[in-house]
């Protein structure tokens, strides 16, 4: 029954998703995004440049592939607004998920049904995320072939990159839960997320460089808030070094993400298994 | 196997940062036999959809015992066998009406490979097949309703509670809803209907409750609840003088009396002779004498307010 009623919430969630236009918009910006990119690389005028590239050069004293590092440079330039742009849509999309749920005379409906608390909110966080996955997979993908068809390069590395932003993602959508479930807000879900997602994390990101000007106590106060806020700006270096066919300098935020992201939501799952409605 | 058993249920509601709490049942003790339709009633705020909203676990009670068909209610798969009407329901908007009884039956645990037919069956059964194909923001409230009753029976449940039916519904459609109802029951389906509508629930419940401030006040059949006192309306042809009032209330209990005319509750047809005795040997002419239909809403009034009924009033 458990997985049963997972499956029926996610599928539910993905049809409110689409109903919400918001997701239409980001596929709308991903396939304009593909068809900029496509007639970039398959006009006759830039085929010819990308034939002119077809040579190898010297970068700091090792011989590459410059349509390599075209493509390269191409997927950097996607990958970074995908990033921004792609989850700050995202946020927008599915913060209203929960408090909508919520609603008096809506979630009667579904706790009247039977379904534990558990597997509602399961359905919700999977929903969600099969939504966004779908489109970052799709414009990932998309330029993934369009590179691969233009220029003849054909790093799957790059693919990565669709399920380090979806994880991303994640992470702050069970941030969105536990606000939706504790307020019933979707703004305030909404601006906090964009707040740890914008502000919080790239700020203690760079913790070191202005560690000095501040005393021991508020440097240990910042470090405890490092590790217990999501580190979203590591996981973008880490999306952006897979795009550019970089080794990531570390996976720990993985981790630590991973961590955060398992205690949100038992967190979020606890909570509203005491709430009343 | 009752159909609904709570013992000594109790709720307390905590709200703001004081944690003020605000009791919502106070020790119910209530049982609900299968196969009939039992109405709950009771002003706002007696506990009404408190009750039912901790027998379906959307609220969790502070103490006591409720069981449902036989089984707790923290076993939430008992809740395949059981149908939910919501007061103030809110479907989601986009989905269309065939969806909604999909959805909400394959959430119900319902996986028998009749279901397209009994969706159709239902969407017939409550007019709503021409609007099958349509979202439920295009919905007018009295569409809602139909297709919420639908989906509260799509599962085929043995016990439904309904909150508010007829709400938004006209006439006609109120008729419509009321042999609905009266159908599950000849299906043997046990019926919980929660009505503000006093004449409906006199109309088809066979047994009814009255809460008030959390408490049971009353329980029995409509016929008991009504059954009290018979109520008699005795128009005469001039003003009643103060001595012969005062005469009149002295020698009757229950008696009250206007200009022209006194109104008499007795359940015995000899003091009703006698006050007409005595007011034919005061040479006063009687005009007329109705026995009034005392309804459920007068013993409700009566019950709640510890007063008469609106028919009382004189």
């Not at chain 1, 209203?96 to 049904?113: A, R, T, V």
């Given at each position: 029954m458990g997985m049963y009623n997972i499956y029926h919430v996610t599928k539910f969630t993905i049809k409110?998703?689409?109903?919400?236009?918001?997701?239409?918009?980001?596929?709308?910006?991903?396939?304009?995004?593909?068809?900029?990119?496509?007639?970039?690389?398959?006009?006759?005028?830039?085929?010819?440049?990308?034939?002119?590239?077809?040579?190898?050069?010297?970068?700091?004293?090792?011989?590459?592939?410059?349509?390599?590092?075209?493509?390269?440079?191409?997927?950097?330039l996607f990958t970074i607004p995908l990033y921004g742009?792609?989850?700050?849509?995202?946020?927008?999309?599915?913060?209203?998920?929960?408090?909508?749920?919520?609603?008096?005379?809506?979630?009667?409906?579904?706790?009247?049904?039977?379904?534990?608390?558990?597997?509602?909110?399961?359905?919700?966080?999977?929903?969600?995320?099969?939504?966004?996955?779908?489109?970052?997979?799709?414009?990932?993908?998309?330029?993934?072939?369009?590179l691969g068809l233009g220029l003849n390069v054909w790093s799957a590395d790059f693919l990565l990159v669709s399920f380090t932003i979806t994880f991303t993602f994640m992470v702050l959508y069970t941030l969105i839960i536990l606000v939706g479930i504790l307020t019933r807000s979707s703004i305030l879900a909404m601006m906090l997320s964009y707040l740890f997602f914008f502000v919080l994390s790239p700020i203690l990101e760079s913790r070191g460089s202005f560690s000095q000007f501040l005393g021991e106590t508020w440097n240990m106060v910042i470090e405890i808030l490092y590790y217990i806020i999501p580190q979203t700006t590591e996981l973008g270096r880490i999306s952006l070094e897979l795009a550019t066919g970089t080794t990531p300098e570390s996976l720990l935020p993985l981790l630590y993400n991973s961590i955060i992201l398992i205690l949100t939501i038992s967190s979020s799952i606890i909570i509203f298994n005491k709430k009343d409605f | 196997m009752n159909a609904i058993e709570v013992k000594s249920l109790r709720k307390v509601y905590s709200s703001g940062i004081r944690q003020k709490e605000v009791v919502a049942l106070q020790s119910l003790d209530l049982t609900v036999d299968p196969g009939v339709i039992y109405g709950l009633l009771g002003p706002n705020g007696a506990g009404k959809t408190t009750l039912i909203k901790i027998l379906l676990g959307i609220t969790h009670k502070t103490l006591g015992e409720a069981n449902i068909l036989g089984e707790d209610i923290s076993?939430?798969?008992?809740?395949?066998?059981?149908?939910?009407?919501?007061?103030?329901?809110?479907?989601?908007?986009?989905?269309?009406?065939?969806?909604?009884?999909?959805?909400?039956?394959?959430?119900?645990?319902?996986?028998?490979?009749?279901?397209?037919?009994?969706?159709?069956?239902?969407?017939?059964?409550?007019?709503?097949?021409?609007?099958?194909?349509?979202?439920?923001?295009?919905?007018?409230?009295?569409?809602?309703?139909?297709?919420?009753?639908?989906?509260?029976?799509?599962?085929d449940p043995e016990l439904v509670f309904l909150d508010e039916p007829t709400d938004?519904?006209?006439?006609?459609?109120?008729?419509?809803?009321?042999?609905?109802?009266?159908?599950?029951?000849?299906?043997?389906k046990t019926v919980f209907l929660n009505s503000h509508l006093l004449s409906e629930v006199e109309l088809i419940c066979d047994r009814v409750a009255v809460l008030n401030k959390g408490e049971l006040i009353t329980e029995g059949t409509v016929g008991e609840l009504t059954s009290d006192n018979d109520e008699y309306k005795i128009t005469l042809d001039s003003p009643l003088e103060e001595e012969f009032k005062q005469k009149a209330t002295g020698s009757f209990a229950g008696l009250k009396c206007n200009r022209t005319k006194i109104i008499f509750s007795t359940k015995d047809s000899s003091e009703l002779n006698s006050l007409i005795d005595l007011i034919r040997r005061e040479e006063k002419q009687i005009m007329e004498i109705t026995k009034q239909k005392r309804t459920l809403e007068d013993s409700f009034l009566e019950i709640i307010t510890g007063k008469e009924g609106k028919n009382g009033d004189v």
């Open positions: 409110e998703a689409f109903a919400r236009r918001i997701i239409l918009v980001f596929a709308g910006v991903s396939t304009f995004s593909l068809v900029i990119l496509a007639l970039l690389l398959f006009s006759t005028d830039a085929m010819d440049l990308v034939g002119a590239f077809d040579m190898k050069t010297r970068v700091d004293g090792q011989l590459v592939d410059v349509k390599t590092e075209l493509a390269t440079g191409i997927k950097a742009i792609g989850l700050f849509l995202s946020i927008f999309a599915v913060s209203g998920f929960i408090p909508s749920l919520l609603e008096k005379g809506n979630i009667d409906l579904f706790l009247s049904k039977p379904i534990a608390r558990a597997e509602l909110i399961l359905g919700k966080f999977f929903g969600g995320t099969a939504v966004v996955f779908l489109n970052i997979f799709y414009i990932v993908v998309g330029i993934w072939v369009l | 076993n939430y798969q008992i809740r395949k066998k059981v149908g939910y009407l919501a007061e103030n329901h809110k479907y989601p908007p986009f989905m269309k009406g065939e969806e909604i009884l999909h959805f909400f039956a394959q959430l119900g645990g319902y996986d028998k490979p009749d279901l397209d037919q009994r969706i159709n069956d239902l969407l017939k059964l409550v007019d709503m097949e021409k609007w099958r194909k349509t979202k439920l923001k295009n919905y007018s409230k009295g569409m809602l309703q139909r297709i919420g009753l639908a989906q509260a029976l799509v599962n938004g519904v006209d006439p006609l459609g109120r008729k419509e809803i009321r042999d609905i109802i009266k159908r599950m029951k000849d299906d043997g």
